[in-house]
Every structure is written in C-alpha cells, then in structure tokens.
C-alpha cells in the first residue's frame, strides 16, 4: 500500500493507494469514520482489476487534516474534485459506502463528467427524510452516554442497532471512534433528488440492507431509482446498516464483474 497527501482548498488529504498498478483508478469512499485502509480492506475484491484510491476524509480519523468540513455549498464534491485535479484524474468510477456515496453524489451533482460508473453500499445521500429521532434514541443517546462512562460489556448492546456481525476488532475501533472523534459533527451531504442529479447518467450497482436504521430500505430505495440509472441491485435481507463479511462476499463478486 502506497500513502500519499495532497492539497485541496478545504485541507491537506491523506489518500491510501493500493492494487492492480495497471489498472484503472477507482476512488474508494469511506463511511463515517473509517479511515481509508479499512476501505482498501472492505473493497479488497476490487483491487485485482483496479488501482484503488482511498481518501481519508477530512475532520474525520485518519491522516487528513482534522478541521470541520463544510458541506454548503456542495462542499464535499469540491474536496472531490480537488482530490481528482491533484492525481491528474479527469474522469473516475467509484465504489462507497454509507457516508461516502454522498461524497460521490455530491461531485456528480455539481461535476457529472467527473463520475463514471459508481457501487454504492448502504449509501447516504439518497435518503429523502433521514429518521434523526429514531437515530438519536436508538444510536446517538448511547453513544455520548457510552462517551462519559465507557462500559466496555456494554459496546456490543450498543453497535447491535448497525450491526450485530462485528467482531471484536470492529468493536475496538467503535470504542474508540464514541470516545476520542467529534462524531456528532458530521453530516452526509444531500439528499440528491432527480432533479440535482439530472446531469449524471452512468450505471450505478446498488446495495441496500432490508433493516437499515440511517437510510432506511424503502424510501431509499425509491428515490434512487428515480434519480440514478440503477443497473444492478442487491438487497441485504438480514442486514442492518453495516453488513458483515458474509453477507457482503457475494455481493463483491458481483460488483467486481459490474466495475469491469
């Protein structure tokens, strides 16, 4: 794996880089809070065809510069754009999930020529009315009550409204991702309607999860398929907001074959 920072107006990016030197570039874009080297591993599939591009999203963990990132005025798709004009890529696919398909949506918003062929898993963005009550009793009360006393037996209670398939690594990181990050101040940008994103036409591979407390399955659903081209679908039934191993393991396979 290669790691390399660059400049953009918003603050210096650390990307992670690793794959098929041949390949195609492939931007890979990170949920909340994940830094890009957990991406490169959540995509691994990918890597065998694709030169894989991980940012470390600014303000969040990782190596990028730890400041606010403002999301008016389509914020984060300029930090894309930047991050593209630095690598001297004109034109990428991507692959995202949750918090970073906003990412992704947000650059084909403003720049459609920009965005090839997207995969988006779980994705932010698209969610017409993002449930904040629900997310605030079922995720955010835990999590600052968890912030000030830091139960470790308690974690697992705590992630199961996301996931009930983490591990106990996955659950180290969340431990320290509730005590040490100012989680509470990201936001995703969107949502993208048709109407933002009429400019974009490129196939999209969509990965929904039937249980999805943040971007729940039907509305989702519905919206993205008026405002993008959605060429493949797969619908995690089991599945939360954060899929595991062995529900995503078919799921890369197709998307593999789809980002050919």
Not at 154 to 170: Q, V, Y
Request: aromatic fraction near 6%; glycine fraction near 6%.
């Amino acid at each position: 794996m290669q790691s390399k920072m660059v400049r953009t107006r918003f603050g210096a990016t650390h990307l992670s880089i690793a794959g098929n030197a041949r390949g195609k570039p492939m931007v890979v874009l990170p949920g909340m809070s994940i830094a890009g080297p957990m991406m490169l591993e959540f995509f691994a599939r990918l890597a065998a065809d694709h030169l894989l591009i991980a940012p470390d999203l600014i303000g969040q963990p990782g190596r990028s510069e730890d400041r606010p990132m403002p999301i008016a005025d389509h914020g984060y798709g300029r930090w894309l754009s930047d991050v593209l004009d630095e690598l001297g890529i004109d034109r990428a696919d991507m692959a995202s999930a949750s918090f970073g398909s906003s990412i992704a949506l947000d650059l084909a918003a403003i720049a459609p020529e920009r965005v090839g062929r997207m995969a988006m898993v779980v994705p932010a963005g698209l969610t017409p009315r993002i449930p904040y009550l629900r997310i605030y009793s079922s995720l955010v009360l835990s999590w600052m009550a968890y912030r000030h006393v830091p139960i470790r037996r308690s974690l697992p209670a705590i992630a199961a409204p996301l996931s009930r398939s983490l591990n106990e690594d996955n659950l180290e990181y969340l431990d320290i991702v509730i005590r040490q990050t100012a989680f509470w101040r990201h936001r995703p940008a969107g949502p993208f309607l048709a109407a933002d994103l009429r400019g974009y036409r490129d196939p999209v591979f969509l990965v929904l999860a039937k249980h999805d407390i943040l971007f729940p399955h039907a509305s989702t659903r519905v919206n993205a398929h008026e405002a993008l081209l959605i060429a493949e679908e797969a619908v995690l039934v089991e599945c939360s907001h954060m899929p595991g191993p062995h529900e995503m393991a078919p799921v890369h396979e197709r998307i593999a074959g789809f980002m050919l």
